[in-house]
């Protein structure tokens, strides 16, 4: 391959590149070392050409980072140009270990091309924690200008000579000549906080890049062919705001400065400068964005408040830790922790500190702070974890009688929190995914179904809210503004509840971010205000009416538009913090963007006060705020490299021949019906499919796949997931999550390296090599029972049964042909032992009651771990389908199901009493 091939190539990785970039100079070393052994035994004969080509395809991207730098680059070209063997191997494998530990963003002495020290082949490792050494933190800034090369030069060495010893922060400046070149270098370095954009650049990037050219079409409506020329730099900054928003912009421009800032197109840009303005208000403007972003100011006050000289007369004895440290017999627990915990223990709100309950202070702002980091109006910090968050959302926003569409299958807070509000669940289901013993996620057809029926019915007003969990356990993920738009076309004051307790880490994503809650419910507000809304809307009109008729099948099959006038944008987005974020356990927000926040602000507060402990844990309030530091600050490139991960243990699997004969990762192809990916999109890795195909896919299809979660199929070896999950876990040290009866969950996040995917990929090896080895030993006899038990744990699968149906006697409307129903009278019922009765799973009552009656009506939630939904609630009809699918479940953990007494019904004698029965 041409190096102009692998130019294109590697440019348009776009959002793979960063371990890429890496083992592209682990290739460009391993050469430069070969030159030199060859050099020193004197068999060189190739005058370093294979490094020469290597380099040449390093080139590009390496335009886009600060380190190694120009001058870097240029002496390693001289010692080429020499034929220094010797030389070249020094300066590349110290530029190799620099880049792999990131020591130049601390260490000066790796920018300096003469300085070989560390050339002699020692290892570098990354700084660690009570290592003793202090560092600023390091960025870099990136400057698009139409300068020549000599005067960008000249602008880097002024930037660097307006540094000052107590800046806090380091950046070094990455200086761009055109919009593309700035879009590439966006999307490639993640190092990058900030931006400055020098009015009258060119459009086009001088390396080739046609796929980056489609991804602006696809992603961003941008056609390269277009005239941009006129305002380009508040283009270009809106084009670097939707892909990394947290970015700080400036823009320089000779134009009426006054003008542009006060244009509403322009509300991405931190600051407009006039381009005569000195350097050095560009400069300290850069710093101040960073810090604003790196200030937590609950952490920082709490470190300030653990050094103080504090006397403690309140009822928290760990506070200080002299209970603790002066111990006989508990100082070890001091010792592992940590003096520092005890010292930021308190339970005062004063004094610098703030209350959780009513924040005025640091608390407040650190939610205002989340609240801009993730796209939100407010943010409500939870300690308790998003359990708490969600039933937070139904006490506030709902009331006894309201009817809220939900997915069954959603986690169990959700049917506890209706329980609390009075809610009445009307269950829609999911896809089936039999042959894997999982459901995937509600089609927006039966979300529109049911609330077209109750429309039918005039009970439309009725409906509060549409609850769904966006992503699944398992990775699927909703077209999050068109079920929102659609449902808006129905009913135009919805209320959205998203449970994305597995999934804020794709805020950092810009691929992933439009189908989060709250990059949704910003697109819905974007498009509302443009022509093109009221236009598409009018169209609707014409063709089905201004008042859509509940029975028009119609509804069904076409895309439904709501009127931009009328609808209300109500988003509300739980979001597990420490699933995917660096925030100790139980760290969860709630995330707001609802117009009409003013009807629920006092009931919100309310729930807080009904949810929230009065004793929150002060470290984890601590680390919500550091996890959003670290988010806004390097979460793109984090959740880059996650991704990278995930797609690498891929990549391993599929390709290796021996595991590859044993396991498998699931693509949409499996994962997602072909009727919900009219892209066609198939995986991720598949031949053809590259990041332009996925994110077409992202766009376009009603679901598509969350690249880090990765279901491993293991009953293809003989392991059903629970069995191969406690293989892992004791033998191997390696830790799982869900489990279904033939797979098991990975996921990667940004926690997660390279080796924990070689560690995977070694046990993964081994345990395939036992296989084969015992099969070997056991002969013909144990193939056959390898054989079956595959087939057992493949295809003798269980029916996956769906929602039935509620108890008249638990309906207000029992003649309605919708099944929403009273499931917290039901639920309380059963608090009365004499109300209710057991019948043992297995016994020949509960046949002859299936068979026969009368009705077996569930006491209570009923959770097999896994799938880990409610296959009972509280006034629910056990059906056979029900009662065939618990006896065939092999798993050990059942909540709510007691096997020595048996399944907990509400008592035939208690149903006939109901109203109305």
């Not at 356990?473 to 077209?479: K, L, M, P, R, T």
């Not at 169209?539 to 099948?553: I, N, S, T, Y």
């Not at 009662?883 to 019904?905: P, Q, S, T």
Request: with cysteine; hydrophobic share 40%; aromatic share 8%.
């Amino acid at each position: 391959m041409t190096s102009e091939a692998n130019e294109s190539q590697h440019l348009d990785h776009l959002f793979s590149n960063s371990a890429a970039r890496l083992d592209w100079w682990r290739d460009l070393n391993a050469k430069a070392q070969i030159w030199a052994a060859e050099a020193r035994s004197g068999k060189s004969r190739l005058a370093g050409a294979p490094v020469k080509e290597a380099l040449a395809t390093l080139g590009p991207i390496e335009s886009y980072f600060a380190y190694p730098g120009a001058q870097l680059l240029r002496a390693l070209d001289d010692r080429l140009a020499e034929g220094d063997a010797m030389g070249t191997a020094r300066l590349v494998l110290r530029m190799s270990n620099a880049l792999l530990s990131g020591s130049y963003r601390y260490d000066s002495g790796e920018w300096d091309p003469t300085d070989d020290a560390a050339a002699d082949g020692s290892d570098r490792m990354p700084l660690g924690l009570g290592s003793g050494a202090t560092r600023r933190p390091y960025f870099e800034a990136l400057f698009v200008t139409p300068a020549s090369t000599a005067r960008s030069a000249a602008l880097c060495q002024e930037i660097r000579q307006l540094r000052q010893p107590d800046d806090g922060v380091i950046y070094e400046p990455v200086v761009v000549g055109s919009f593309e070149d700035a879009l590439l270098a966006t999307i490639l370095n993640g190092k990058i906080e900030a931006v400055v954009v020098f009015d009258g650049i060119p459009f086009s990037s001088k390396h080739d890049t046609p796929l980056l050219r489609d991804f602006l079409m696809v992603y961003q409506q941008l056609d390269s062919s277009e005239d941009v020329s006129e305002q380009i730099g508040i283009k270009l900054a809106r084009l670097i705001a939707n892909i990394r928003p947290e970015l700080d912009i400036y823009l320089l421009t000779d134009r009426q400065v006054e003008r542009l800032a006060g244009d509403p197109a322009a509300s991405m840009i931190r600051r407009v400068f006039y381009e005569a303005e000195e350097p050095i208000e560009v400069h300290l403007n850069i710093l101040e964005g960073v810090r604003d972003r790196q200030t937590t100011p609950h952490f920082d006050n709490l470190k300030h408040y653990a050094m103080r000289p504090i006397s403690t007369f309140h009822a928290l004895p760990i506070a200080r830790g002299k209970s603790i440290i002066k111990s006989n017999w508990i100082r070890d627990f001091g010792e592992f922790y940590g003096l520092n915990l005890f010292l930021a223990e308190t339970s005062a709100t004063t004094g610098g500190l703030d209350s959780m309950l009513e924040p005025t202070g640091n608390i407040k702002i650190a939610q205002e702070k989340f609240a801009r980091a993730v796209g939100a109006d407010h943010v409500y910090f939870v300690t308790n974890g998003t359990s708490t968050s969600n039933k937070m959302v139904y006490q506030a926003v709902t009331k006894p009688g309201d009817i809220v569409i939900v997915d069954r299958n959603c986690h169990k807070s959700h049917h506890y929190g209706m329980v609390l509000s009075g809610a009445q669940p009307l269950y829609v289901e999911a896809f089936p995914m039999t042959e894997y013993s999982m459901y995937g996620a509600v089609p927006l057809r039966t979300v529109k179904q049911a609330l077209l029926d109750l429309k039918v019915e005039g009970r439309l007003d009725k409906v509060s809210m549409v609850t769904l969990t966006n992503c699944t356990f398992d990775g699927h993920i909703y077209n999050t503004r068109r079920v929102m738009a659609e449902c808006l076309a129905i009913k135009p004051d919805l209320i959205f509840l998203w449970d994305e307790a597995w999934f804020g880490f794709a805020r950092w994503s810009p691929f992933l971010r439009p189908r989060t809650a709250m990059g949704a419910a910003a697109a819905l507000e974007q498009w509302r205000d443009e022509p093109a809304a009221m236009e598409a809307w009018k169209a609707q009109v014409q063709e089905l009416g201004e008042e859509l008729d509940p029975k028009d099948a119609r509804l069904l099959e076409r895309q439904l538009v709501p009127n931009p006038q009328t609808m209300r944008i109500r988003v509300y987005e739980t979001n597990s913090v420490h699933k995917s974020m660096s925030s100790l356990r139980q760290g969860s927000i709630v995330a707001v963007r609802d117009e009409d926040y003013d009807h629920h602000i006092s009931a919100f507060h309310e729930a807080v006060f009904i949810h929230a402990s009065t004793s929150p844990n002060a470290q984890i309030i601590a680390s919500l705020d550091v996890a959003r530091r670290q988010m806004e600050l390097e979460g793109y490139e984090l959740v880059m490299r996650s991704i990278e991960v995930a797609l690498s243990i891929r990549r391993e699997i599929a390709k290796h021949p021996l595991i590859s004969k044993y396991f498998s990762v699931l693509g949409a192809d499996k994962m997602i019906p072909e009727e919900f990916r009219t892209s066609g999109f198939v995986d991720y890795l598949a031949p053809g499919m590259n990041w332009l195909t996925a994110v077409k896919a992202l766009k376009d299809d009603e679901f598509c796949l969350d690249p880090t979660r990765l279901t491993l199929v293991c009953g293809t070896a003989g392991y059903d997931g629970t069995a191969f999950k406690n293989l892992l876990a004791s033998r191997y040290n390696i830790q799982l999550n869900k489990t279904s009866r033939n797979s098991v969950l990975l996921q990667s996040n940004i926690n997660n390296t390279r080796s924990d995917v070689a560690a995977l990929i070694k046990v993964l090896l081994e345990i395939s090599e036992n296989i084969e080895t015992r099969l070997r030993q056991e002969g013909e006899p144990g193939q056959t029972a390898f054989i079956a038990k595959v087939k057992s744990l493949m295809e003798d699968v269980p029916h996956l049964p769906n929602f039935s149906r509620f108890h008249n006697g638990y309906r207000d409307n029992p003649a309605s042909t919708t099944s929403e129903g009273n499931m917290r009278t039901a639920f309380f019922a059963a608090y009365n032992e004499k109300e209710c009765e057991y019948i043992p799973l297995a016994s020949r009552t509960l046949d002859e009651r299936l068979s026969n009656g009368p009705e077996l009506v569930s006491a209570n939630f009923v959770i097999p771990y896994p799938p880990g939904f409610p296959i009972m609630v509280p006034g629910q009809i056990i059906d056979a389908d029900t009662i065939e699918f618990m006896r065939k479940l092999d798993v050990k953990e059942i909540h709510g199901y007691n096997a020595a007494r048996g399944i907990k019904l509400i008592s035939p004698a208690a149903i006939e009493r109901l109203p109305g029965v």
